[in-house]
């Protein structure tokens, strides 16, 4: 893998060598550290020349300025100081690491007139230059720098973040790097081909998680047929890799306190099974396991910053595979609940796994709430696009607290209907339901589905098709999968069910 940076914080100083980040509130102005590292004097020509105005978004460099022995002085716009929330910490992060391909050593100067920096915004800095760091190529045997020349570094950059107060800083850190690491985790499994990633070996790195003292259970096969999990198995049958459930519970909160719960589609690759998808794309379907991905990457950041709550986290892990054996359109299974499902469509299998994890999670833990991530729909991209993910919850108060999260971290989410006149739309003639409702409303019949397996307990399904893989890129991430869940949840229950 590409090293990681290494972030470290310290006093404002004048840099006498490497390369500088300063930043510049909209209108060119500077703050006066920011001021005293343009020792030659040359950014006040520079932004007349480029036109610089401190938007947000923007960058101007000066590469060797004159006057200093520095390699690089960068300036990012910062926009209107008083509106910088804790995302846009985040994303001027991203945006300093994305100005340095090579390997360099980078002095980030934060700040800005009229803004005192906190430790929480040089921590939100850290994490952005993290995330942003992020690439997976462990399977190139040639290392390149993105322009299909040879790297000329294998060395990590060093940045180190100047801001008043370092020791905060490094304290407000340590969370968000937990946080950050759960990101890198769920970014790592849905990126992982199939052949390398499948539930057995899914299973075995969520166990890696003992470390961080989160208990971590694996149901292999024959213990789900004892428990009647038929529609997971029956996604499954298909496929000589054996189907796994694992449960990691994080107990961080009072001894008697019922956990709040995360439930993930965990499909490691889906071909569709016998209503096969088409080859066209079919390789991005390694990543069908987003949602368990990021509920196991959310498990990992709440452990790793010691959260203190009590959480389970269900993950359904499977291959849908077509052989002999695999299901056909128009079989029927018994889910764990004792619900009868025709399976008209195959290919509409995510569904049939968080059925039985859904179940399985209400009736062993009782949690306060649980949310589903899964990678469930096309549809879902139809209707929102790649900006948000779908929403779907039969709690107000749960969904208005998703939302806040999301808009807190941006990984937003638009809330969509549920009701009975979607909900008879998978009535079955032979069966307690189908496991499709038409050609409309795609989404939200899948979300009608799950909903039949959560009994009276607060819930919500978010549908992360297109958010999870295949997202544009951003400030904070270059990468085919974005680990999109991670944040937004763990900023759910930091702000809402802590303490």
Not at 34 to 42: L, M
Not at 45 to 68: C, M, N, T, Y
Not at 162 to 187: E, H, I, S, T
Not at 296 to 311: D, F, Q, W
Request: glycine share 12%; charged share 20%; net charge neutral.
């Amino acid at each position: 893998m590409t090293p990681r940076p290494t972030i470290s914080f310290a006093r404002h100083s004048v840099p006498k060598k490497g390369s500088v980040v300063l930043l510049s509130a909209e209108g060119g102005d500077l703050g006066e550290a920011a001021r005293a590292c343009d020792a030659g004097g040359v950014l006040k020509r520079a932004f007349a020349a480029a036109d610089f105005a401190g938007k947000p978004g923007s960058a101007l460099e000066v590469i060797a300025p004159a006057g200093s022995a520095l390699d690089r002085l960068v300036v990012l716009g910062a926009g209107k100081p008083s509106g910088l929330a804790d995302t846009d910490w985040v994303k001027l992060g991203g945006q300093a690491a994305g100005q340095f391909r090579k390997a360099a050593d980078v002095s980030v100067v934060l700040d800005l007139p009229g803004v005192t920096v906190g430790a929480g915004d040089a921590a939100s800095v850290a994490l952005g230059i993290m995330l942003r760091a992020y690439a997976f190529d462990r399977y190139k045997t040639r290392k390149d720098d993105g322009d299909g020349k040879a790297a000329s570094a294998t060395k990590p950059s060093k940045f180190t973040i100047q801001c008043d107060n370092p020791a905060a800083a490094k304290k407000a850190f340590v969370a968000a790097q937990a946080v950050g690491d759960g990101v890198m985790l769920a970014r790592d499994l849905v990126n992982e081909p199939a052949n390398k990633l499948g539930p057995v070996e899914f299973a075995a790195t969520a166990r890696e998680l003992h470390k961080l003292g989160v208990e971590v259970t694996v149901l292999a096969e024959k213990e789900m047929e004892k428990l009647g999990m038929g529609a997971l198995l029956g996604v499954a049958q298909g496929s000589p890799r054996g189907a796994r459930l694992v449960v990691m519970q994080w107990k961080g909160g009072k001894a008697k306190e019922k956990p709040i719960a995360f439930v993930g589609k965990g499909v490691t690759f889906d071909t569709g099974g016998n209503s096969m998808k088409p080859a066209a794309g079919m390789e991005d379907m390694k990543g069908d396991m987003g949602g368990a991905a990021a509920v196991t990457g959310l498990m990992h950041a709440l452990a790793a910053r010691g959260a203190k709550v009590n959480a389970v986290g269900i993950v359904g892990l499977v291959e849908n595979a077509v052989d002999g054996n695999a299901q056909r359109p128009g079989d029927i299974v018994t889910s764990m609940s004792g619900q009868t499902i025709e399976v008209l469509n195959t290919d509409a299998e995510g569904r049939l796994v968080l059925a039985d994890a859904l179940w399985y999670c209400v009736q062993r833990f009782e949690p306060r709430f649980m949310v589903d991530l899964a990678t469930l729909t096309g549809a879902i991209m139809v209707a929102l696009g790649q900006s948000h993910a779908g929403l779907f919850s039969n709690n107000d108060e749960l969904a208005a607290r998703l939302t806040e999260a999301g808009l807190a971290t941006q990984e937003k989410l638009w809330r969509m209907p549920l009701g009975a006149e979607y909900d008879k739309l998978i009535d079955s003639k032979n069966a307690d339901m189908k496991n499709i409702g038409g050609r409309y409303g795609g989404s939200i019949t899948a979300a009608q589905f799950l909903q039949r397996f959560v009994k009276d307990t607060p819930w919500a399904h978010l549908d992360i098709a297109g958010t999870a893989m295949g997202s544009p890129s951003s400030e904070i991430s270059q990468s085919w999968a974005s680990g999109f869940g991670v944040r937004l949840l763990d900023r759910l229950v930091k702000d809402h069910y802590e303490g």
